[in-house]
């Protein structure tokens, strides 16, 4: 099962106005960026982020899954605690970088 726009839609609503923030769809799930950062990973109409020390105390160590076949743990955000869910961005784009493009080798 793939995100629906609907959920998609409602985790953007969730994440409050002042954040830089964007979507883009990838395989049928989503990776949501703020401020240029992949931070939220959207997949089944879950939201997932990187496993970190840093939400050791802020996430329920219960609360892991993986977004899909071959990946890493992740945890699973709860989308309805908006308070929760801006600490998670706040301490996420302290420590995300933005990712860098590699250039692609021109061949004469």
Same mark, same amino acid.
């Given at each position: 099962?793939? @995100? @629906? ?7 953007? =609503? ?5 954040? /830089? &923030?964007?979507?883009? *769809? ?5 990776? %949501?960026? +703020?401020?240029? *950062?992949?931070?939220?990973? %959207?997949? /089944?109409? @879950?939201?997932?982020? &990187? %496993?970190? $020390?840093?939400? /050791?105390?802020?996430?329920?160590? =219960? ?12 945890? +699973?955000? =709860?989308? =309805?605690? *908006? +308070?929760?869910? /801006?600490?998670?961005?706040? $301490? ?5 970088? +933005?990712? %860098?493009?590699?250039?692609?080798? *021109?061949?004469?």
């Amino acid at each position: 099962m793939s @995100t @629906t726009q609907d959920y998609i839609d409602y985790v953007f =609503d969730q994440i409050d106005s002042y954040w /830089n &923030k964007r979507y883009k *769809k990838m395989f049928g799930e989503y990776m %949501v960026y +703020i401020n240029e *950062k992949p931070l939220l990973l %959207v997949c /089944n109409n @879950t939201v997932y982020i &990187k %496993v970190l $020390e840093c939400f /050791n105390s802020l996430i329920p160590a =219960d609360r892991k899954g993986f977004p899909y076949e071959g990946s890493k743990e992740h945890y +699973i955000v =709860d989308i =309805d605690d *908006k +308070i929760v869910l /801006n600490a998670i961005i706040t $301490e996420l784009e302290k420590v995300i970088p +933005i990712p %860098v493009r590699k250039q692609r080798n *021109k061949s004469s």
